[in-house]
């Protein structure tokens, strides 16, 4: 009949959902993965593609991959981040729950994390602490030092409420995934996803898991100390307010206060005295703290400008007050009063013959004068330099 449209009858349904699993020497439990999975998927009635990973492995574990009905794809770059981005980058699924293939979680709680994805959530986080850990299935390291310590670190830092930021069974959505735009290809990958997921304003939430104890044969491929630092690193690197921010405002103020209070001449008292040596730290501690802070614009600027944080409307507000021109005249300021000081300690001078001089007033004169011109040279080049930093930015 004319118009009418041809049945596309052989069509395949479309893949709702891709489970990947990074392998590395996994023929131990691989097998027992994939089966629980494919039996999910049948017995929910859940549209899916099974995905592996691997990593280079030089065991069995491809081909019971494959001969279990799996799409095997090869990760050329070693690493548990590079393999779930290649298994990741064949998904077709709308959904995507990432598990590892040593049998130590349980598949058929794919159905609580599919249902979580269905209604919103961009990103579904197993939970073990809410769940259950079977004996032995995680070191006491780990599980009352080092799992407690890094999410404690990157709820505080990033303001997430996930509880249990190294969990290897995740569900999120491909459109979530390709926000991310994720680059670390080790441990830390896990981290770098819910600290994106924060940083993007994600819906986030959780699904109770049961962690097993691991079929594997040999040794495990996590390094509890190695890749704890690598996370803790990446969560430092990713929070320039906590690396560099804090700390500096912390030694800035600190070093004003403490000068201030030194100048007006309240460190002297019968019971202890402090001056010139402690003005000195006084100094140093203000030079050191504006030199931080900088740290922290620069690298939050960088940041951004690479794709490595979103957009922040807060700094935008800044930089649409502060120019590089605001930057020199405060810069000018500074250099030019300091330096007025240091002129007037001159003339202090040439008023004794050029001879000795009372050392407290001249030290206090010298401090506030140094520090001043140092200020202001500092923000002069910093201003040059956030200029050719924001070049790129749109």
Request: aromatic fraction near 10%; include cysteine; glycine fraction near 12%.
């Amino acid at each position: 009949m004319a118009g009418t449209q041809p049945l596309n009858v052989g069509a395949p349904p479309e893949v709702e959902l891709s489970v990947v699993m990074p392998c590395l020497n996994e023929e131990a439990g691989i097998g027992g993965c994939i089966e629980q999975i494919a039996q999910t998927f049948a017995q929910h009635q859940i549209v899916g593609e099974i995905i592996v990973a691997d990593n280079g492995s030089s065991d069995g574990s491809r081909e019971i991959a494959r001969g279990l009905g799996a799409h095997v794809v090869f990760a050329g770059e070693k690493g548990y981040g590079s393999a779930l981005m290649a298994g990741i980058a064949a998904a077709q699924g709308t959904y995507i729950i990432m598990g590892d293939s040593d049998g130590s979680y349980d598949f058929a709680q794919i159905p609580a994390f599919l249902s979580k994805l269905r209604s919103g959530c961009d990103l579904v986080m197993g939970n073990r602490f809410q769940g259950s850990i079977q004996a032995g299935a995680m070191p006491p390291l780990h599980k009352y030092f080092g799992n407690p310590v890094l999410t404690g670190i990157g709820r505080m830092f990033f303001k997430t409420d996930c509880h249990d930021f190294h969990c290897g069974l995740r569900g999120f959505t491909k459109t979530a995934y390709e926000r991310m735009s994720l680059r670390t290809t080790g441990m830390e990958f896990a981290s770098e996803m819910v600290v994106k997921a924060s940083l993007l304003n994600l819906r986030t939430c959780e699904v109770p898991t049961t962690l097993s104890r691991d079929r594997r044969t040999g040794r495990s491929h996590l390094r509890s100390w190695h890749d704890g630092w690598r996370h803790l690193r990446f969560l430092l690197l990713y929070s320039p307010r906590w690396l560099f921010l804090y700390p500096g405002l912390t030694f800035l103020f600190a070093g004003i206060a403490i000068g201030v209070w030194l100048l007006s001449g309240s460190g002297k008292d019968e019971h202890i005295f402090l001056d010139l040596h402690a003005l000195l730290y006084a100094v140093a501690a203000i030079l050191i703290g504006f030199q931080v802070v900088l740290f922290a614009v620069f690298t939050k600027i960088f940041a951004i400008t690479e794709g490595l944080h979103p957009h922040d409307p807060k700094l935008g507000r800044v930089f649409q007050f502060f120019n590089l021109e605001k930057g020199l005249l405060s810069g000018t300021a500074l250099l030019v009063l300091g330096s007025g000081i240091a002129f007037y300690s001159l003339i202090v001078w040439n008023r004794t013959g050029f001879g000795s001089l009372n050392s407290v007033i001249a030290v206090r004169l010298a401090a506030v004068a140094i520090t001043m011109i140092v200020l202001g040279v500092e923000t002069i080049f910093s201003s040059f330099f956030l200029s050719i930093l924001g070049m790129t930015r749109k």
